[in-house]
């Protein structure tokens, strides 16, 4: 996993397929020895990578995929580092 030095900014776990955000964490009695395995529910990517995106790149990624001119509104679980 890749992290950006700059850790003031939020950040958002996106499908690495599909770039949707719409991971879940699959629960699993053996977390303490093996990787979280994620599940998306769009594309049914199931896995233990994700993409970590700043929210501002996620909402711009968007705008750019759909052709919007107007700025895209998104709601967003934001991750926080307990560092």
């Known amino acids: ?3 950006r030095e700059n850790h003031s900014q939020s950040v958002i776990r996106v499908c690495p ?3 949707k955000s ?3 964490i699959q629960p699993s009695f053996l977390t303490f020895i093996v990787p979280s395995t994620y ?3 769009n594309c049914d990517y199931k ?3 994700f993409a970590e995106v700043p929210v501002e790149d996620y909402i711009q ?3 750019e995929k759909e052709g919007n001119t107007e700025q895209l ?3 967003v679980d934001i991750i926080e580092d307990d560092e």
Do not use: E
Request: glycine share 4%; hydrophobic share 45%; charged share 5%.
């Open 61 to 63: 990624l968007l705008n």
């Open 47 to 49: 896995g233990p990578i």
């Open 17 to 19: 397929i599909c770039l």
């Open 22 to 24: 719409t991971l879940s």
């Open 1 to 3: 996993m890749i992290r």
């Open 39 to 41: 599940s998306c529910s």
């Open 73 to 75: 509104h998104v709601n």
